[in-house]
T-cell receptor
Framework: DSGVTQTPKHLITATGQRVTLRCSPR?????VYWYQQSLDQGLQFLIQ???????AKGNILERFSAQQFPDLHSELNLSSLELGDSALYFC????????????FGDGTRLSIL | GNSVTQMEGPVTLSEEAFLTINCTYT??????LFWYVQYPGEGLQLLLK?????DKGSNKGFEATYRKETTSFHLEKGSVQVSDSAVYFC?????????????FGKGTKLSVIP
């Protein structure tokens, strides 16, 4: 058990819809990272937050947004969903933003019908 | 930009065989290097890491040495077990302007048969 909790585990929705994925980091970790894992693109970094502030952006679409709340949990919002957004979305956390191992949750599997 | 290339899978080995999964990287500066493992239905788990040239990371019988001259971080294990069946990801960690991100290879699926 990594200590990182992601909900829900599975999400099935339709094109054009909006969903919110939630992540609770390990106790004491200030940094949260979001990744997308798909068969064709592999594991891609989306965005990083550190103590409530956005720190780095990767290959995140404009239709996607995230935030980290004062209690350090984070949410990833995906809107105007397309079939190609079907993937596993992982959250990871680390103590700080520099050079520390990242601990991953079990992921949310998003299926767009 | 940064990139990681690891050998394509799948790799199928018999129990007690020797394992090597090749990983090479392209990066500016002095990145840290990681191997993560993903068991079916689970998230990624850190297997080992190395933070500077010539460092050797090791865990659970797995080893990898950070080779700056060949920009490589190959994963090895002397005798694999069925329980090692999983997908292995090589990753590069880079810092910049208060941020930190991991760049992953595409993963190598390992199946160990009894």
């Amino acid at each position: 058990d990594s200590g990182v909790t992601q909900t829900p585990k599975h999400l099935i929705t339709a094109t054009g819809q909006r969903v919110t994925l939630r992540c609770s980091p390990r106790s004491g970790d200030l940094s949260v990272y979001w990744y997308q894992q798909s068969l064709d693109q592999g594991l891609q970094f989306l965005i990083q937050y550190y103590n409530g502030e956005e720190r780095a952006k990767g290959n995140i679409l404009e239709r996607f947004s995230a935030q980290q709340f004062p209690d350090l949990h984070s949410e990833l919002n995906l809107s105007s969903l397309e079939l190609g957004d079907s993937a596993l979305y992982f959250c990871a956390s680390s103590v700080d933003g520099a050079n520390q191992p990242q601990h991953f949750g079990d992921g949310t599997r998003l299926s767009i019908l | 930009g940064n990139s990681v290339t690891q050998m394509e899978g799948p790799v199928t080995l018999s129990e007690e065989a020797f394992l090597t999964i090749n990983c090479t990287y392209t990066a500016t500066g002095y990145p840290s290097l990681f191997w993560y493992v993903q068991y079916p239905g689970e998230g990624l788990q850190l297997l080992l890491k190395a933070t500077k040239a010539d460092d050797k990371g090791s865990n659970k019988g797995f080893e990898a040495t950070y080779r700056k001259e060949t920009t490589s971080f190959h994963l090895e294990k002397g005798s694999v077990q069925v329980s090692d069946s999983a997908v292995y990801f090589c990753a590069l960690g880079s810092s910049g302007a208060g941020s930190y991100q991991l760049t992953f290879g595409k993963g190598t699926k390992l199946s160990v048969i009894p």
